[in-house]
């Protein structure tokens, strides 16, 4: 027997999508009249865990060792722990046998985690990884307070299983949440202090209701009285639809940004991953965005070395790079994941070799973000402030091209300011407040 927690602690790795699952997490608990604490002393500690790419689990297993040993040095008791997120979904009762957790709750289950935690307290280790869809969304309490930038979960799960991937066994199927739900949570986003939403899902613009699709919503969502600002992620380039592209002509609240994966360059690559998408379509898709909205800020992910990837295809990544031209990108080796088709493929590439195509590829993003950053330099835009800077009386800001401002000044958190951009540093710009 354990004494039912009075405090929590939520820890989230991974995507987006964990950390809203983990606000909405720390509002369950708080409706309990459970308060949040710091890791070292809370009474519950969750882990909200990723399985995207290796050495996830094993890590989740040595933090749980470090939780228990500092708790037990410290206050003589050993915490309540519980393994959320995709981890627990992949894993299951697995968790339970080697690190003997109390809960085990996967990411569409997560709104039992009180009854869970309940069943944990009389002794008996808890598990749930059922994926019904949409469920636990109506069983979530309403948003209270929410910083000035919120995320909202539109739509879940992945059908498109890219050969490499976890997230169509970890997530499920996918799914939209309905219209109308979605617009009701903006608003009380809007309500609990948010000025711009980032709609979110595995495949965001695979969001599909009836006849209408992400345009409509976000079309919907530029009439919320409040909202200033809409931005969505993440995009498969297949569902990235004409109604889409022309919002990003028409909607004037809809930022500048497009985070649009793309993975390699090279066709027979993207063919091995399933992507079912080539460089040569992807790079028209662009071409087609940029015609509506011309000074889109460009975003991707990439992977190098992938099994058989030779070193004339990953050039071909690095040639696509230089034609799509991104404002920022992330890059990561391949992992093989356990079950899924490509880690069991002939041709896993050496250590050394992924290593220098991953410095490599960087160099060349890093170079283009400075770029692309530099370029901002002289001109006037919006400025989002979210949090205090580092500096005393320094802010922190978003440009609508998601691009980190610091502006000094006597300056709010929710503000929504102009701000004239004065100098460029590769991962953030300066500017200055323009007066008034
Ligand atoms: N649904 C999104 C992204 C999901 S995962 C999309 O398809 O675009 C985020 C990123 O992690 C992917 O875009 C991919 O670049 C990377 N990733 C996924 N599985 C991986 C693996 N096994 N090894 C390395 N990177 C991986
Ligand atoms: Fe994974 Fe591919 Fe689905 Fe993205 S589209 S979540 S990379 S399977
Ligand atoms: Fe990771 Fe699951 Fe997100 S595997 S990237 S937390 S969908």
């Not at 809007?190 to 000025?195: E, I, L, Y």
Request: proline share 6%.
């Amino acid at each position: 027997m354990k004494p039912a927690p009075q405090t929590f602690h939520i820890k989230s790795f991974g995507c987006q999508m964990n950390v809203y699952d983990g606000e909405r997490m720390a509002e369950l608990m708080g409706a309990q009249g459970m308060v949040a604490a710091e890791a070292d002393v809370a009474d519950l500690v969750v882990l909200n865990t990723c399985h995207i790419r290796e050495k996830a689990t094993e890590k989740v297993y040595s933090d749980i060792g470090r939780l228990r040993k500092d708790q037990l040095r410290n206050h003589g008791r050993t915490p309540m722990i519980a393994v959320a997120g995709c981890v627990a979904q992949a894993e299951g009762e697995e968790i339970v046998r080697r690190a003997n957790v109390d809960v085990v709750v996967g990411p569409q289950a997560y709104h039992n985690l009180p009854t869970l935690v309940a069943q944990a307290a009389t002794g008996q280790a808890a598990l749930d990884t059922d994926l019904p869809a949409l469920t636990k969304f109506g069983h979530l309490p309403p948003r209270r307070r929410v910083s000035p930038s919120a995320f909202q979960t539109v739509q879940e799960g992945c059908d498109k299983f890219c050969t490499y991937c976890v997230v169509p066994y970890t997530r499920g199927a996918e799914v939209s949440r309905p219209f109308a739900a979605i617009v009701d949570e903006a608003k009380g986003l809007v309500d609990a202090g948010a000025r711009e939403i980032t709609l979110l899902g595995q495949n965001v613009n695979a969001w599909r209701m009836e006849d209408r699709g992400l345009h409509d919503l976000i079309r919907a969502l530029d009439r919320v009285p409040g909202l200033a600002r809409i931005r969505y992620t993440t995009s498969h380039p297949n569902d990235m639809s004409q109604g889409l592209i022309d919002a990003h002509r028409d909607v004037e609240s809809l930022m500048p940004f497009l985070h649009l994966p793309v993975q390699s360059g090279s066709d027979r690559v993207l063919k091995a991953m399933n992507r079912a998408h080539t460089r040569d379509s992807y790079l028209r898709l662009i071409e087609r965005v940029r015609a509506a909205r011309p000074d889109i800020a460009l975003s991707g992910d990439f992977i190098v070395g992938f099994p058989g990837e030779t070193d004339a295809e990953f050039a071909e990544t690095l040639s696509l790079v230089d034609s799509a031209g991104y404002a920022q990108a992330f890059s990561f080796k391949y992992s093989p994941r356990p079950g899924t088709p490509a880690a069991t493929l002939a041709g896993q590439i050496p250590a050394d070799v992924m290593d220098d195509r991953l410095q490599r590829l960087q160099a060349a993003l890093n170079r283009d973000q400075h770029v692309f950053n530099a370029a901002s330099v002289g001109s006037t835009c919006p400025v989002l402030i979210e949090r205090r800077g580092k500096l005393s009386g320094q802010m922190l800001g978003k440009s609508p091209w998601l691009q980190s401002v610091h502006v000094m000044g006597d300056l709010a958190v929710g503000d929504l300011v102009e701000v004239t951009l004065t100098a460029a540093g590769p991962n953030s710009l300066t500017g200055e407040r323009r007066p008034i």
